[in-house]
């Protein structure tokens, strides 16, 4: 018995996978394609989408923002996990992945719960703001550009409603976050969000040591 999270070795980690991941196949079949991918490395671990789309069923999420698609595989777990009503706000900058997305959500059947915005996310979050959307989204998951996360976290903590999620994905950066000899932009950017958010009052936290690290930030109802 071990009371602090464990190391996953290979062989734990092949068991995770094989005694939990419940994965559909259009999920998978996604999946396999963005592995042949040269940035496939960017796509979340299946566990960690099955883990949010848990998080969006036991919250009865109806409203969803993501900044950062890529090839739309975790857009498309939230939109499974979504009701036939659902709607997810989806950000990207970049056609070309999202091209592969929204064939996938296609042939999920989930291209009508999906509204993509192409443009840079701290723009497109900044005009949800001016077009009224406070407090309208039960659910949020960060995942683009890292030197943004400070902004989209103040976004998405406006767009959120009270009692509404926002989860940030790679705070622990493979590690890098605890390794003091590494001292480039991005990782001390983390860092210092980290920091800040474990110091934050309008919050309830964890950081969730699955895959790359994911903090889940409650926002709590105002005082
Ligand atoms: N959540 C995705 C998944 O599970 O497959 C992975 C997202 S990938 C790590 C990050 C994405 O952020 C890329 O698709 C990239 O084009 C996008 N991105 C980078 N900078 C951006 C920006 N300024 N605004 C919006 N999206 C951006
Ligand atoms: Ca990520």
Redesign the pocket.
Known sequence: MSNRTLTLTDGLYDYLLAHSVQEPEILRALRQE?AQHP?AQ???APE??QFMALLIQLMGAKTAL??????????L?VALALPPEGRLVA????PD??AI?QRYWEQAGVTHKIDLR???????LDQLIAEGAQNRFDFA?I???KS?YPTYYEQALQLVRPGGLIAI??VLWSGRVADPTVTDNRTQTLRRFNTALAADSRIVLSLVPIADGLTLALKRPEP
């Open positions: 963005t940035m960017m796509q979340i960690q989408g993501e900044v950062g698609v890529f090839t739309g595989y975790s857009a777990r950000c990207d900058v970049n992945y999202t997305a192409l443009g840079p996310a701290t723009e497109t998951f995942d683009a550009d943004n994905d790679n």
